[in-house]
């Protein structure tokens, strides 16, 4: 595999919280950046496929669908002194 130089602007204040973690572990920025990426890039991989697995299966026909603002609100509410319970959703009508 060959590398590539990438350039990336931070904050200063990120810049230091870097320097501070790359001396603390004895590490290089770029090897704290790689690990960054990668670990970013495996996460987002990850969500999309959640996602488009989620959205397959919520196109058939025994389906359980949660509208968005009875699933955000549920969401929001979870780790307060009154969360919601878990919704059920309802059956997908047929198109």
């Known amino acids: 595999m060959t590398d590539i130089d990438i350039r990336v602007r931070v904050p200063a204040d990120l810049k230091d919280r870097l320097d501070a973690l790359a001396r603390s ?26 996602i488009r697995r989620a959205m397959e299966e919520s196109r058939q026909p025994n389906a359980r669908i949660v509208p968005h603002k009875q699933a955000m609100d549920w969401i929001r509410s979870r780790g307060t002194s009154t969360p919601l319970p878990k919704p059920k959703g309802r059956r997908r009508t047929p198109a």
């Open 25 to 50: 572990t004895k590490r290089s920025l770029s090897d704290l950046a790689t690990d960054a990426l990668r670990t970013l890039t495996d996460q987002e991989e990850s969500d999309i496929a959640h």
